[in-house]
Structures are given as structure tokens and as C-alpha cells.
């Protein structure tokens, strides 16, 4: 058995190592078109930031050490240019040499990865526009930098651009970040990416939300990048972040089948069009978890898992990827997002049916130093409830809940099955009702009729027919309110029910929803029928309309809204 | 509808809030013998340190914010001594004035919670010698601590006893922690909980394993406790934190059913084996998630849910407690420890057929700062796979793993869905091949037949009947070694094979049992029919043998011990 596999960073390196664990006489060899083999790329950004010190930390692998240790052929700057499938071979160029040769296979495995968009803009070929997906890519990076660069512009606000620009405020660098949609981080709905926005212009980062580079302009060797509304942004360097696409074009050209995205069609065993060849990590066309569409998700995580699947398959082992459901998480300065499953954005763009709630739980016990509140949105089935998506914005434990939002979400569980999990708590960790459990419980009550919600979208239209119902404390009220509120303090609701009219829909809002959720038991039981509590309270609310900056970091009380500060003690009751 | 509960910390104030919300017209009256209710008690020994410096942070509610928010009469100070069942009474003693009253219910709950057991030990009553359970009991200590106390005397390894001593360390005294096991925090198996002695060690916490206090004697208003094997510790004050007791006098005075470990018996919706009486907390016995066996687990997670589930039930709501699976998860100053489903010493007492492994993954990417190996130890059922335990001790990461294994336990997931498990990863959370994938990739190889293991208790007798192969590095197997192994460097292994009989056994161990992976798919494939590896390699061997130190801190390389420097680069491998 001979086997060629062509890439050899996530993907290609996790399947020659399974391939040789598995099969001891296979000839396993690898081409890799660059210097480097299995190199850290996602700690790319943290080398530049100076967080990893020692580049060779980066270096996980050499063709040595895979030499000795798995007895895998590795030839580093061997590019394949064509794919004979009729003749099982591969045409080879060693690029160190310009050697051309081929090489016969049995089976062939594609792991090329996927490569930075660069879009046709007028000037994107400027020598001072970088992108960031391998070695030598950051290493000219950091020499830019070390050379004095005092400027720059981050074109793109997902994982790399938001990794990219916080490094270089690590290295007193100026940053403009500049994303095409009016959020960063576009997988996240925009009232959970909402703060992270508010956090990273805390910590000096200048955000052009809504717009894109529409030319870059040299201006004596720096590089001038101008923005649809004629904004010009002059820099030192800038970097190109606005995406990848799979690196198809060798498999493209041998015909195999590709989807409409560009990756390469496989099936669960990982195989191509073609039975003798292979695809693996961000090149492939996975099938979303959830929504069951096919898609792209660029992750290291399920590039590693496939790999192995590949290798697993050659040698006869059962072994099937089951689909991809786009775990991912990133780190903005002090904070933590991420997400699992499906967004409401997704949701709404297929028409599947999903219902919501939100909640602002501390990352552990708020007696404890060091939390903070997170926004968690959790979307799940109507009736039965069955998990879809869940998104989380916050500071401590926030890639925690992820996980086990995660879990929850491959096994298929319910609202209803978040209630009874028993996760593990000690004040330095968690709560005795985790977060995880408080969506389920917030959820659960909302199947279950027990809890009507209404949502920050459905101001001011919807809530105009009603009252609009603010039951947080008289100073908290007096400090910010949803415009038209009438405000009777939970505390004083019971002997005030005659001062809300029982006739029109009672839209109750609080701080995060629990005391309004209070006041809805009440309303509900006296009588008012058409009751309802805004979902995750006016925190969620100031998110949806990207208002004011909503966030403090651990163990810091919140500083910049005036509203926070005053929050009154009975939210703490949400956590006994 | 009248409701009296008896006890208002956890269960009874999640009972409380739980019932007013169902239901707006009951009378729900709350009857707490001591000053406090609703207060953080899993935060106490941490106000003792002096982390949570603000003693108001602890006390979650008053009588006054209940009854504002949720009209709720809370009276303090207030014992029941006893119920009448027929005439659906409970007589009360306000310890304010003595006097004494009856009070009539439609529904009573117990929710008592448990007392420090304090045995007949010669001496118990010095006054120096404290427990620590709520605010009073955290008072005298600190009263005690701001008298000069210098040295102390913890007795117990558990949980409480483990926080206290941390405590009194941060307060600089010195502290002898005396634990009957010979292992701290006897619900993990004592592999795991090696390198938590040993980081205690460290800490300049003195321990004595293995012993009893056998008696107390005055000296001068100290208190001189005397071990089981002579020795004396005199200290300015000892605290008692062996264990608890179910709070159950009352339901048995009553004639309520109770189980063989004093814990009152109770069906699955909390109901006593008086319909009309519900028990909720520390005091009611629960059904072993995975063993299916009655237990007593006295922790807050399930109170506070078990406290939720009464109130349904009392209001028609179908709710139904699950079982415990005893989640939990300690701080030992830089380190976490934790665990959820059964341990090793569980299964083995019942007879409960199971498998297990052990790995070493660091908390995050090891390029990235600030990580550490955890030692894991994951127990699975033999051919399903089905995951009936997990352990951890480490430094980053490991609360995160438990909640993971704990969510996936109660899905009833197997090894092999532990493999498909699409975790959050970018490197300062986690790896591409997240501990809980490693966990079952091992798992399952071992399931499936592609690998075999041998335990660290299988030597000597086992192994002496074979070859002890040691595939690390020479300078590895120089520094320290298991007695009679031969050493071939994985490396070599391929060109050295004729220097190892293929009639016996081959016992092969690395450091963390990776390296021996790859060397047993070697000898496998290469006709060695009968080779093994050591599980969880030298590192899990010595934590057996609770041999030497093998811990460093996050982002400290392994300093104490040598063979930790010496690993060579191929266990890089294992996270590519």
C-alpha cells in the first residue's frame, strides 16, 4: 500500500500518523508545498502579540522527527501540480531544485488546507498587505512590525482579524479594524458580538463596522487603504482577514466533484468523487449538524478528527465523520466568546423553526473574585426542545459552557435535560445552579408555559399595543429606561397591580429578567393574561440596539453604564 | 394551601422562591433554627483566607428581602422540635424568647441539610477544636485566627478539610492536615489524588495520611492532638472536618423512613414516606446515578435542584429528581481537582464490571502560556464503551473537562462518542484534539482491539514474567527508570526488534503512554502477539506508587522531577 498524502499541517499530518500507527508496511508519503509541516497555525497571532515567545514553540513537527519516530517520507517545498487519476500518480515539482517528477499511488489524500481570500480591490497587491495562515506569512509580519510599524489596518473582524488586532495593540501598535458586516465576529448574532465591539474600542482598537476596503493606495511605501464611505486609513501595514477558501484547484482540475462553496465533496468515510482519493480538513465539504446543509467550517478540530477518519478507512477500519456543528471560540483581550450550533441568523435564513431565551449568569459564584456576568443565547426546538445553538459572550467560563453546550448539542439533548445536569461547582468554578443549568431552566419554563417572553426586536411596533411594564428599582429607573416605561419596583407590585391596565398586553422588563419573571408570576396569577418578560432583561435589550458598553472585566464592578451600579440586590436571588 | 419548610439555606430557599413563583396565594413560611439563611456556605472557608474579603457577600438573602420579592415569612431563630404527622402540626421554639407555638401545614419540607459528624474522640469538646458549617462557625474561627493562632490542626483530607488549610495557609499559620485514608479527598482514587498531597506538601501543608486523632488534651488552653501512632500536634486551634451527618433527628422522631446511612428515604418526586412531608439537601438519600445504589452526597448542585423539584411537585407540576452522579470539583491552591460518576474503589466494592485509562493532555495548547498536564482518569464499561466515571487532577482546564465528562455521563454517551465530541478550541482554551476527544480516541483503540494495556499495579508481579520495555529516551531512562526495564528509544525500536524475546509478554511504558502506543503498533504488527503498554505511562506509575513529586504549575516547567525535564520531543506528537 502506497500512500500519497498532499498537505501535510492539520489534516495531513493527524492522518499519516494514524496511518502509520495502523499499518506498519505502508509506504506513507508526504508533499508539502511549504517549508513547514505541522506547524501551530492558530498560535500564529500570538507569536506576533509576543505571548508565545519562542517561534520554535510553533514547530510541532520536523520531517526528522516523523522520519524516526513514524517512518513517514516527508519532502518539505515539493509542490504536486496535477493529478493523473486514470494512472493513479501525482506530478511533483521540488521546488527547491525545480525538479519535476511523479509518483504513483494507491491511494491519494488531499489536506491542502485552504488559503486567504484576496479579492480583486484596486491596489491589493500593495507590498505592505499581509495575510496570516502560515510561517513564513507571520514571520514577515513580525519583521514589518519589528521595522517600527506604528500603524495598522485589520481588514476582517472574525477569529484571525480580532486575533491579529489584539496582538498588535500588544505591540503599542495603532489598529483599525475594518469588517463589511455591523458586527464583528459575523458566526455570532449581533447582540451576542455586541460587547466585544465595546471591549475592543475599550482597549484601543478604532472599529469601521459596516464597511469595506474599496482600494489601497500607496503613499510612500505605506500603504493608504480607503473605505466605501471615502474613509482613508493610512498605515504602515495592513492585514487581509476577511476569509479563507478551500485550496481546491489541483483536485478541481482532476475532476473531482466539488460543492457550491468550492470544497471538495466527500462522503462520511472522507472519500472524493474518486474511491482512491481522499479529502480532509479545511478543503472538504462537511454537512452541517444541525441544519443537515452542506457547508465550509474551517477548524482545526474537526481537520485533526478527519484525518484520522481517512486513515481509518484505508485500512478497513468503520470509521465515519459525522457532520460538523462549528464549535469554535475566540480571545478578545479580557473576554471570551464562542459559539456551538446553529445562530438565529442561520436559522432564520432556512426557515427551521426555533424559539430563544437569554440570561446573564456569572462565570462562578459572585461572591468569589474574579467573574464576571456572561450573555449566554440559547435556540432550541419548539415543543421538543431540542437544542440548536448557543452563543456566549463574557469573561470567565465562558469556553466552559461552550463545551457543554457542545456535548449537549451531539447528544442530542433538550432544555429540559440542561435542568438536570449535574456539573461540577466549588465558588472558584461555578454556581450551584450552573449557567448551563439556568438556560435550561429559563427554557424549560418558557416550553412549558410557565413564562411568556418578549424581545428586544419587538420594540417599539409590538410594545406600543401594551404597557410597558419596568420593575427594577426607582434609581435604577431614574438612571436609563426603555423609552414609555412605567416603573413600579418589584418590591411594590403587589399592592400596586391596580396601576396597570388588565385589558392590554403587560410587557415587563428588569435588569436581566429575573425579577421581571418575578413580577410575571405574580400579573399572571392576578389575573393579567397577556403577560410577558423581556428576554434577558434590558442588558440583552442595550446588546440588540448596540448601545452602551455593558461590560466590566472580572472581578471589576461594572464602570461604564450608570444603570449597572445600581442594580438592586434582588437579583442575587437567582443564585441562592 | 400552607407550606411550612424547615431549614432555609440551600434546597429550602430554592424551595421557597421556587413554590412563590407557582403559586401567588399559598402561605409559605420558612422556619431556620439559626441567625442566617440563604447564605454562600460553600464560600466560608474562603472569607477565612481572606480571598472573599467582604462577610456580607456571603449572605445571599435576608428574611426582609424575601418577604419584600417574594412574600415569604422567614423566621429566624425559630426550631422545630417536633412534627405531628396526624394532626399535621409542627411545634416550634423561638430561640429568640423560649417560646414555644404549633403551627399546621398542608405540606412540610425538611430541608435540614447535614451536621459535622464529631465522634467520642477523648477530649472532642476542648474548645479550641471547631467544624465549620455555617456563618457562626465561621466566625469563631476567624475570632480564633485574629487571636494570634499560629499553628493549626485540620482534621480531615476531604473537601472542607482541604479549603481550610489552604485558608489558614493564606492567614500564614501552620498546618498539620491529619486524613485517616492515606490519601487526600478519599472519593478519588489515590492515583489521582497523589500530586494533590504532594502540591499541599508544597504549599507547607503538613500531612499525616493514614492517621486518626485518637484523643485531645489541654495545654494551657491549647488543644494537643494525638495521632493513632503517638505523635502530638500541639495547635492554637484544631477544626473537625471528617464528614457529615444527615440533620435527621426530627424525621425519625417522627417515624419517617430513613436509609442505612441516616439520610431520610424519599421517591423521585421528593416525597418522604409521609405524602404529605417532602425532603429535599443534604439530608435525603439519592439513587447513584451510575450504580444505581442508594448513597448520600451532600452537595449544593443537587439541593438547590431537589429543593426546585418539591415545589413542583406540591403545585402538580410532573418534575422527577434523577439520581446524583456526585459531580464535584475542589481548589487546592494552584490546582484543581475533580470528579463526577463512579471511581475505581466504587465499582470494584459492587462488582461492577468496567475498563479504564489514563492521559496526561495539558489544559491548552502547549505553546500557549500558562498550561500544565492533568492526570485523567476516565472508567467505561467493557464492550459498550459507556462511560460510567471520570477523575481529574491538574492546573488549567480540568473544571472544564469534569463538566464535559459530567454532561456526557448523563447522556449516557460511550468512549466512542467521546471521540466525535466537537470541543472549543483556539490555544488559549484548549487543543485541536481536546482531552475529552484523547480520552476516547485511547478508549476506544483499547475497545476495539488496537491496543492493549497493562496498570501500574500489575507490577511487579505480572510483568516480572516478561519483557519491561522502556521505549523513552536514554536520558530519560537514565534519570529514572522501573526496576528491570531495558531501554530501546522508540526511534531504534524498528532496527532493534531481535533484541526482544517474542515468546514472552513485552510490557512497554513511555513517559505518558504515548511513545509505547506507537511502539506497540510496532511489535503488534510485527508478530510480538502478547505486548502491552503502561497506562498513563511513568507519570500515572509514579502517582500510583505515590513516588516522587511529578507536578509543576501552569506554565512552570516540571521542576521536581528529572525524568519531567528530559521527555523528548516526540510526545509532541500526541497534539499536532
Redesign the interface.
Known amino acids: 500500500m502506497k500512500i500519497i498524502i498532499v498537505g501535510g499541517v492539520?489534516a495531513g499530518?493527524?492522518m499519516a500518523?494514524r496511518a502509520?500507527?495502523?499499518?506498519?508496511?505502508a509506504e506513507i508519503i508526504v508533499l508539502e508545498k511549504d517549508t513547514f509541516i505541522?506547524f501551530?497555525n492558530?498560535?500564529l497571532p500570538?507569536h506576533i502579540g509576543g505571548?508565545?515567545?519562542e517561534r520554535d514553540?510553533?514547530l510541532?513537527?520536523t520531517p526528522e522527527?516523523l522520519k524516526?519516530?513514524?517512518?513517514i517520507d516527508v519532502r518539505t517545498n515539493h509542490e504536486v501540480t496535477e493529478i493523473d487519476r486514470k494512472s493513479k500518480q501525482v506530478t511533483v515539482t521540488n521546488l527547491k531544485n525545480n525538479q519535476i517528477y511523479t509518483e504513483n499511488y494507491d491511494k491519494l489524500v488531499l489536506c491542502q488546507g485552504a488559503e486567504p481570500l484576496r479579492p480583486p480591490i484596486p491596489g491589493i497587491n500593495h507590498p505592505k498587505i499581509f495575510t496570516l495562515r502560515n510561517i513564513p506569512d507571520m514571520d514577515a509580519i513580525i519583521r514589518e512590525v519589528g521595522s517600527g510599524a506604528q500603524k495598522a489596518v485589520v481588514i476582517g473582524g472574525g477569529?484571525i482579524g480580532i486575533e491579529v488586532a489584539e496582538a498588535f495593540r500588544h505591540r503599542n501598535i495603532e489598529v483599525n479594524l475594518v469588517e463589511l458586516q455591523n458586527q464583528l465576529m459575523p458566526p455570532l448574532d449581533s447582540e451576542i458580538a455586541c460587547d466585544l465591539g465595546n471591549h475592543m474600542k475599550n482597549k484601543g482598537v478604532q472599529l469601521h463596522l459596516g464597511q469595506a476596503a474599496k482600494e489601497f493606495i500607496d503613499n510612500n511605501g505605506k500603504v493608504n487603504v480607503i473605505l466605501d464611505n471615502g474613509e482613508a486609513l493610512l498605515a504602515d501595514l495592513a492585514v487581509l482577514a476577511i476569509g479563507v477558501k478551500p485550496a481546491s484547484h489541483l483536485a478541481v482540475n482532476a475532476g473531482l466533484e466539488t460543492g457550491n462553496r468550492g470544497g471538495i465533496k466527500v462522503n462520511n468515510q472522507m472519500q472524493t468523487s474518486d474511491p482512491d482519493i481522499y479529502a480532509a480538513g479545511d478543503m472538504v465539504e462537511v454537512t452541517d449538524?444541525v441544519t443537515g446543509e452542506p457547508t465550509q467550517v474551517p477548524?482545526?478540530?474537526?481537520?485533526?478528527?478527519q484525518g484520522?477518519i481517512v486513515a481509518d478507512n484505508i485500512f478497513g477500519?468503520k470509521s465515519e465523520y459525522?457532520s460538523?456543528?462549528?464549535?469554535?471560540?475566540?480571545?478578545i483581550f479580557d473576554m471570551?466568546a464562542?459559539s456551538?450550533g446553529a445562530s438565529e441568523k442561520t436559522l432564520r435564513r432556512i426557515n427551521h423553526p426555533f424559539q430563544k431565551i437569554y440570561l446573564h449568569p456569572s462565570g462562578h459564584?459572585?461572591?468569589?473574585?474574579g467573574t464576571a456576568p456572561m450573555h449566554i443565547k440559547l435556540l432550541f426546538q419548539p415543543e421538543t426542545g431540542l437544542i440548536l445553538g448557543a452563543q456566549i459572550a463574557g469573561y470567565d467560563g465562558v469556553?466552559?459552557r461552550?463545551?457543554?453546550f457542545?456535548?449537549?448539542i451531539?447528544?442530542k439533548?433538550t432544555v429540559f435535560?440542561l435542568?438536570?445536569?449535574?456539573?461540577?461547582?466549588?465558588?472558584?468554578?461555578?454556581s450551584?445552579?450552573?449557567p448551563?443549568?439556568m438556560a435550561g431552566?429559563i427554557a424549560s419554563n418558557f416550553l412549558?408555559g410557565?413564562l411568556d417572553l418578549w424581545y428586544a426586536e419587538d420594540f417599539p411596533d409590538k410594545t406600543a399595543a401594551g404597557t410597558l411594564l419596568d420593575v427594577r428599582g426607582k434609581k435604577e429607573f431614574s438612571s436609563w429606561h426603555i423609552p414609555g416605561a412605567i416603573n413600579i419596583p418589584?418590591?411594590q407590585l403587589?399592592t400596586r397591580l391596580n396601576e396597570i391596565n388588565k385589558d392590554q398586553p403587560v410587557y415587563i422588563y428588569c435588569r436581566v429578567g429575573f425579577?421581571s419573571?418575578?413580577a410575571y408570576?405574580?400579573l399572571i396569577?392576578?389575573g393579567f393574561r397577556q403577560a410577558s418578560v423581556l428576554a434577558g432583561g434590558s442588558k440583552t435589550f442595550n446588546c440588540f440596539c448596540c448601545m452602551a458598553p455593558s461590560t466590566g472585566g472580572p472581578g471589576v464592578p461594572f464602570v461604564s453604564h450608570a444603570e449597572e451600579k445600581m442594580a438592586e440586590?434582588?437579583d442575587?436571588?437567582k443564585?441562592?
Chains 1, 2 share one sequence.
Do not use: W
Open positions: 492539520a499530518a493527524s500518523a502509520r500507527r495502523l499499518n506498519e508496511e505541522s501551530a492558530c498560535g500570538y505571548e508565545i515567545k514553540a510553533l510541532l513537527q522527527t524516526e519516530t513514524l517512518n477569529f449538524f477548524l482545526a478540530g474537526p481537520a485533526n478528527r484520522r477500519y459525522q460538523t456543528q462549528g464549535t469554535a471560540v475566540v480571545k471570551t464562542g456551538t459564584a459572585g461572591y468569589y473574585p469556553d466552559k461552550i463545551d457543554v457542545a456535548t449537549a451531539r447528544a439533548m435535560d435542568e438536570h445536569l449535574e456539573l461540577a461547582y466549588a465558588p472558584p468554578y461555578g450551584a445552579k450552573d448551563a443549568n431552566f412549558r410557565d418589584l418590591g403587589r425579577r419573571y418575578l408570576r405574580i396569577q392576578k440586590k434582588p442575587a436571588l443564585n441562592p
